[in-house]
């Protein structure tokens, strides 16, 4: 694999994201970039009346790493690696996030789905990485 560009996050020249660390990153900026687009929607619904602070779902701040994690996953040849990779790391991080917010109940819809939404974008991450490239190097 050779580095495609020096920005970040680096990627190789197919543009696949060359390491855990950039995609963790890059995926938990975005996270942060989201949440707080939730919360300055939901307080400027709340200030207008149209429902009480915190009630957004904290979930949508999982827009931006998902589409981190699409053009990652485009960026990979088809094959049966990246796919059963995405369902696997969607599976887990869906689930692990889905364990989260429930715990987190009691809290605010926006704390509880931001708590899910966080776990989700760091499992997925640590499911994806490291999983497609095992699986593409024994396919392929």
């Not at 796919?83 to 987190?104: D, Q």
């Not at 499911?127 to 699986?135: A, E, N, S």
């Amino acid at each position: 694999m050779t580095e495609q560009q020096s920005g970040f996050p680096r990627r190789d020249a197919d543009g696949r994201i060359l390491t855990l660390g950039d995609l963790l990153g890059v995926s938990l900026a975005g996270l942060v970039v989201g949440l707080l687009a939730v919360v300055l929607f939901d307080w400027a619904f709340a200030s207008f009346g149209a429902g009480e602070f915190g009630r957004a779902n904290g979930w949508l701040a999982v827009i931006l790493p998902a589409w981190l994690y699409w053009e990652d996953f485009r960026a990979w040849e088809f094959g049966a690696a990246r796919v059963v990779t995405a369902l696997v790391a969607g599976a887990v991080a869906v689930t692990a996030g889905l364990v989260v917010a429930g715990l987190a109940a009691g809290l605010p819809p926006l704390l509880s789905g931001a708590l899910g939404a966080a776990t989700f974008t760091v499992v997925y991450a640590v499911v994806w990485f490291p999983g497609v490239r095992w699986l593409a190097r024994r396919t392929g």
